[in-house]
C-alpha cells in the first residue's frame, strides 16, 4: 500500500479581483521528495506555494499536510502545522538591520526557549550546513547575492522542519552561483531528509535537484514527471519552455 503524501493540492482554486490564478490544482508531494514547481511570470507558482504553508485559503479545493487539512483546521492546530514548514524567499528576505548571526538565530528566539549558547550552537550549525562558515558577524550588504541566499537557507532550516520551500532561490545569479546553490540544496535534502518544493523559472536549476518537474500554466499543471519524462514531453508548450521560447498563444501576455 502506497503511503500517504506529505503534502497533498486537492482541486484548489483561487482568484485575485476577479482574476483566477489558480484554477483546480492537483498535486502531491511524498515525503523526502524534491520537487520542482516551474513556468513563467504569473502562472501562479508562488500562490501554490503559499497555499501549501497556509498562507493562503483557497476560494474552493483543500490542501493537506500529513493528514491535517489546512483549509478547516483550527487556528491553533494550522500554527503547529506550519511549524513544519521552513522558507527561503526570494533574494533571502534578510532582515538588513541585522546580522547574520541575528537573522538565523531569529526564528529560535521567537518559536523557542533556549539558551544562549544552545542558540549559538545551532546558528553555526545551520551556517555549516549551508557552507558558510565564519560569516556570522557579517551584515547582509557585505554578502554577495548567493551568500545571503544561503544566509536565508539556514534561517529557513533554523527550527529543524519536516518540509523546506524554496521561491526562485536563484534569480539574478549567475551560473556558478546557481550551481552552488542546487549543490546546497541538494545537501541539505539529504543531510536533513527532508521534502523539498522548490519554484522556480530557472530550468538548469530545476533539473539538478528535482526528483519531478511540474509544469504550470495559467493556473494549472499542464505537465508533470522525472527530469528525462519532462526533457521529453511531447507539449509544445513545455518545450517552448526549455528553448527559451513564448508560444504563441502566450504573447498577449508579455
Avoid at 84 to 92: D, L, T, W
Avoid at 166 to 191: C, H, K, M, W
Amino acid at each position: 500500500m502506497a503511503s500517504e503524501p506529505k503534502i497533498s493540492v486537492i482541486d484548489v482554486v483561487k482568484s485575485f479581483g476577479g482574476k483566477r490564478v489558480l484554477d483546480g490544482i492537483d498535486l502531491d508531494v511524498a515525503a523526502g521528495e524534491s520537487i520542482v514547481v516551474v513556468g513563467g511570470s504569473g502562472a501562479g507558482k508562488t500562490v501554490l506555494v503559499k497555499h501549501m504553508i497556509g498562507l493562503l485559503q483557497p476560494d474552493a479545493g483543500n490542501v493537506v499536510v500529513d493528514g491535517v487539512d489546512l483549509t478547516t483546521a483550527e487556528p491553533r492546530a494550522a500554527l503547529e502545522l506550519r511549524k513544519r514548514f521552513g522558507m527561503s524567499f526570494q533574494e533571502g528576505a534578510l532582515f538588513d538591520s541585522m546580522s547574520v548571526f541575528d537573522n538565523v538565530a531569529f526564528p529560535i528566539r521567537r518559536h523557542r526557549k533556549a539558551a544562549s549558547d544552545a542558540i549559538a550552537a545551532r546558528v553555526r550549525e545551520c551556517l555549516r550546513l549551508v557552507r558558510l562558515d565564519e560569516v556570522e558577524d557579517k551584515m547582509p550588504a557585505e554578502l554577495s547575492g548567493g551568500m545571503r541566499r544561503r544566509v536565508g537557507f539556514a534561517r529557513a532550516i533554523a527550527l529543524a522542519p519536516e518540509i523546506l520551500l524554496f521561491d526562485e532561490p536563484t534569480t539574478g545569479l549567475d551560473p556558478i552561483n546557481t550551481a552552488a546553490i542546487a549543490s546546497v540544496i541538494n545537501r541539505l535534502r539529504a543531510q536533513m531528509e527532508v521534502t523539498v518544493v522548490t519554484i522556480t523559472h530557472d530550468m538548469s536549476l530545476a533539473f539538478r535537484i528535482a526528483d519531478r518537474i511540474a509544469m504550470m500554466r495559467r493556473g494549472t499543471i499542464v505537465a508533470a514527471g522525472d527530469p528525462e519524462t519532462f526533457r521529453a514531453s511531447p507539449d509544445p508548450y513545455v518545450q517552448a519552455f526549455l528553448d527559451g521560447e513564448v508560444p504563441e498563444d502566450e504573447e498577449d501576455l508579455l
